[in-house]
Nanobody, 125 residues
Framework: QVRLVESGGGLVQAGGSLRLSCATS????????MGWFRQAPGKEREFVGA???????YYPESLEGRVAVSRDNTANTVTLQMNSLRPEDTAVYYC???????????????????WGQGTEVTVSS
């Protein structure tokens, strides 16, 4: 059974940092690309970052320099480090897996197979 479980969300002050984790089970983790998306109320699901099966990372220009995705192939986990947080970063953050390492696919939600339940991040001003 495929399971992706996000953790690490919570309340943080503007300017602070947060590290989210995604624990996986039931997947061939080393062969997968992993991505992070976020969705704020009334907004479209937005690409935050991704890491290929070989460890190459991709980010949208809007977040470049403030976020970093990494993976631990021993623990079968993916992390999302977020710095200099702003109130507009408030959203539910989701991790997902993909069998496609191509950057064009990894930037869109349809490029992923399984999703976690999400973890809520609230940034206060």
């Amino acid at each position: 059974q495929v399971r992706l479980v996000e953790s690490g969300g919570g309340l943080v002050q503007a300017g602070g940092s947060l590290r989210l984790s995604c624990a996986t089970s039931g997947v061939a983790f080393r062969s997968l690309a992993m991505g992070w998306f976020r969705q704020a109320p009334g907004k479209e699901r937005e690409f935050v970052g991704a890491i290929s099966s070989s460890g190459r990372t991709y980010y949208p220009e809007s977040l470049e320099g403030r976020v970093a995705v990494s993976r631990d192939n021993t623990a079968n986990t993916v992390t999302l480090q977020m710095n200099s947080l702003r109130p507009e970063d408030t959203a539910v953050y989701y991790c997902a897996d993909s069998h496609n390492d191509g950057v064009l696919v990894l930037r869109i939600p349809n490029g992923y197979d399984y999703w976690g339940q999400g973890t809520e991040v609230t940034v206060s001003s």
